[in-house]
């Protein structure tokens, strides 16, 4: 689940550029994600019953090619719908409560940006880390200073045997930074649901975790 080089896909409907959302989640399974977390947040979110629905639609399409589904900081939506897990952030719910909330046998996933937040996260039952913002990102208005893979180094060596992905700005032609820092995988938004062949550009980013090791 957590096998090198991983792919982790985040998308809500405002990331899918005038296109169907469904249409690109369905591309990025068949093209070999290794994970989706529907992130819905912003202008035009979906909500309510709507919000179900497409999460539902969601979590059908992710069974069918086996991959996890998780949902973002929305506890209640991921209990409803029978999400694979939960992702919270800093600003999200306390771990621990989290954890509390979903279960011993649902993903839970914590953002963190520090050594310090992730001991918290890891202590109170984290499954894997977000580690970022890696580089400058365009898909979240209140992203942190870019804080390079440094961090990651530092989590991975300390944490050796949790899983961690490197989020923020990352792309197939810098990703070979986080694969050498430690982390199992890369967590990406535009560079998927923006891509013109998001097969292709899975295909890319798997082959730049190849490339560090030639």
């Known amino acids: 689940m957590f096998n090198k080089p991983s792919v982790y896909f985040i998308m809500g409907t405002q990331n899918a550029s005038g296109k169907n959302p469904l249409s690109i989640l369905e591309e990025a399974l068949k093209g070999g994600i290794s994970h989706f977390q529907l992130r819905e947040k912003g202008a035009g979110a979906l909500q309510g019953q709507d919000l179900l629905e497409f999460a539902e639609k969601c979590r059908d399409l992710c069974a069918v090619y086996e991959v996890p589904f998780l949902i973002n900081d929305d506890v209640e939506l991921a209990l409803a719908v029978g999400a694979d897990g939960i992702h919270i952030g800093q ?3 306390d771990c621990g409560q989290a954890r509390t909330l979903i279960g011993k046998e649902k993903m839970l996933g914590v953002s963190v940006h520090s050594l ?3 001991k918290i996260a890891i202590d109170a039952g984290a499954d894997y880390l977000g580690m970022g913002p890696v580089y400058g990102t365009r898909s979240k208005a209140d992203a942190k200073r870019p804080a390079g893979t440094a961090g990651i180094s530092e989590v991975t060596s300390h944490f050796p045997l ?6 923020g700005g990352i792309t197939p032609q810098n990703a070979p930074a986080a694969w050498q820092a430690g982390a199992c995988g890369v967590a990406v938004i535009s560079a998927l649901s923006e891509a013109d062949d998001i097969a ?15």
């Open 116 to 118: 310090e937040e992730a």
């Open 162 to 167: 949790t899983p961690v992905f490197g989020i």
């Open 91 to 93: 600003e999200d719910m």
């Open 200 to 214: 292709l550009q899975i295909a890319h980013f798997k082959n730049s975790y190849k490339g560090v090791l030639i």
